[in-house]
């Protein structure tokens, strides 16, 4: 996910952006022509996650620079991305976002969306997948903000893309990978339902470290305390295709006008 933002841009830590750029309407409908996934949001109880636009970056990057996303001695991600000064992490966090939006196809995607509570970004919730319309298969990773940690917040978010997966999309399966000392991601896949599905020995910082997989069949999420967490599904049908879904009703899913 690389580097700086310019001082100038930078306005209240945290501060909801206003204007055009700030609502679900505005610039984003005319985005959505070109990219149909400016459409789709995700809701619950607390949280609406969506495709982050321009006014969103900078709010996210300005997150990221001031509250960080872990402790400096802490190497939570593979690829080690997150360890850096926080204004490259910012960076880097903007070039993942972008990335997505870049190379996204119904064979190979990558869809970010920017999580926030209470209008204001509090992370990100990635869901990935390659060879979709084949496998239907789907994995999912995240982020959240210090200063937001250990309030369920990342549960919520992480069940809302759940559904988009198995209700939303159709997939088969949902997978995860967290390092064994990674206490709160491990907390959150046993607390949602997945089942262990091996390990994985990688190096880290020189030294030899444990990835624990994760993963979980449609029949096992819709029996799962993951599919009992309420979730809206917007805007949805008309960025299907991109995903490599078969188009069909999804009989809960929320559908708004463009």
């Known amino acids: ?17 206003t204007g055009p750029a700030a609502a679900p309407g505005g610039h984003r409908s ?3 022509v ?3 996934q400016f459409r789709l949001r995700l809701t619950t109880p607390r949280l609406e996650l969506r495709v982050p636009d321009e006014s969103d970056l900078r709010a996210l990057a300005e ?12 190497v939570p991600f593979q690829g080690g991305w997150s360890n850096a000064l926080p204004q490259v992490v910012a960076g880097r966090v903007l070039q993942y976002l972008w990335k997505g939006l870049a190379l996204s196809r119904p064979d190979y995607w990558n869809l970010g969306l920017a999580v926030f509570l209470d209008g204001r970004p509090v992370g990100v919730q990635g869901l990935q997948a390659r060879g979709f319309p084949a496998l239907g298969e789907v994995a999912t990773e995240s982020w959240l903000a210090r200063g937001h940690q250990g309030r369920g917040i990342g549960t919520e978010m992480r069940a809302a893309a759940l ?7 159709g997939a088969r399966y949902a997978t995860s990978a967290v390092y064994e000392d990674g206490a709160a991601a491990l907390a959150v896949n046993k607390k949602l339902g997945y089942q262990p599905d091996g ?20 029949d096992q999420w819709e029996l799962s305390p993951a599919a009992e967490v309420t ?4 805007g949805l049908d008309g960025c299907r295709a991109l995903f490599g879904a078969q188009p069909h009703d999804t009989p809960t899913a929320t559908r708004e006008p463009a």
């Open 30 to 32: 005319a985005l959505a």
């Open 63 to 74: 997150l990221v620079a001031d509250q960080g996303i872990h402790a400096p001695d802490a």
């Open 34 to 36: 070109w990219a149909p």
């Open 1 to 17: 996910m690389a580097e700086n933002i310019a001082e100038s841009t930078r306005t209240t830590p945290g501060a909801p952006h």
């Open 163 to 169: 559904r988009l997966a198995f209700e939303g999309l």
């Open 199 to 218: 390990i994985e020995v990688q190096t880290r910082r020189g030294e030899p470290v444990v990835l624990t997989r994760w993963r979980m069949t449609r």
């Open 231 to 234: 979730a809206g599904i917007h």
